[in-house]
């Protein structure tokens, strides 16, 4: 297994506190370490606890949102491309549809999170030289992801929002997510949900720490960027999102993604030829 088509490491912080809500190419597996703050991903809000597993799949938004604390965060991140699930995958052991439908959050027991964090620390080291080491450490990736399928299948529940004021702001997002292809005005939102433009900014992004507009933007990136892979020309993808003018969107989606459009277009057809993971 090319350790391109997927990464893993152990990160600690004094603070974790992602600078911008985003998307990644790949899927993301996270065990965390430590607790504090709540987890934005997609359109829910999750408390970020000790031992809890997350699963963010390719392109879906996510943030972390984190009061201070003294105690630092310590997390396992993994990042693996859906096509390399799709390979690794069999007819009776498809790992691609059980992380489809996988829990996005998971609260794990001493016995999973102390096999699984035996497997991150393996993984993490990378293949040995040794003739035959190539071979365990892609069957320890596959006994990972054996584990993980595991865990998922034998959650019972899903650990949910405990932030009272999120609940004011999910029909905003839920509207957004509905609507963000058409042409509308933070004024136009406000007067939607009968309520002053300046409350619905200040809590929206005290609740998820972003804010309004900035949602809609990388939602409207999130489909420009799948409309590019069809492949269509551009503008039309541009337009398809949202954006009101060519000009505009190559501003926009090279300004979030670090890439023009064309350059992205190409980039994907590149990497979905050789498999490899690339990461915005």
């Known amino acids: ?16 506190r992602m600078d911008k809500l985003h998307f990644h190419e790949s899927v993301e597996v996270l065990l965390s370490l430590s607790e504090g703050g709540d987890f934005f991903i997609g359109q829910e809000m999750y408390p970020i606890r000790k031992n809890t597993l997350f699963l963010l799949d390719s392109a879906v938004l996510h943030r972390t949102v984190h009061e201070k604390q003294e105690t630092p965060y ?29 829990k996005t959050c998971t609260v794990l027991n001493e016995r999973q999170r102390t096999g699984l964090m035996s497997l991150f620390n393996q993984l993490e080291e990378g293949p040995g030289s040794g003739f035959g080491d190539d071979v365990r450490y892609n069957v320890r990736l596959q006994e990972l992801l054996l584990q993980l399928c595991g865990v998922w299948e034998a959650s019972a529940t899903e650990l949910g929002s405990v932030n009272p004021d999120y609940e004011k702001v999910l029909p905003v997002l839920q509207y957004i997510q509905n609507h963000f292809t058409e042409t509308f005005t933070l004024d136009d939102l406000a007067r939607n949900f009968s309520i002053s433009k300046y409350h619905l ?52 989606f090279s300004a979030y993604t670090g890439m023009s459009p064309k350059r992205y277009a190409r980039q994907y057809l590149q990497s979905d030829k050789c498999g490899t993971l690339v990461e915005k």
């Open 201 to 252: 900014c200040h809590v929206f992004k005290n609740v998820t720490g972003f804010s309004v507009m900035e949602y809609v933007i990388q939602r409207r990136i999130i489909l420009a960027r799948e409309l590019l892979r069809e492949p269509i020309s551009v503008q039309e993808a541009g337009e398809r999102a949202g954006f009101q003018t060519n000009s505009h969107f190559i501003r926009t």
């Open 1 to 16: 297994m090319n350790r391109e088509k997927f990464s893993i490491s152990l990160n600690q912080d004094a603070t974790w």
């Open 74 to 102: 310590r997390r396992y991140i993994m990042h693996i491309l859906p096509s390399t699930l799709e390979s690794l995958s069999t007819p009776q052991t498809d790992f691609a549809r059980s992380f489809r439908c996988a």
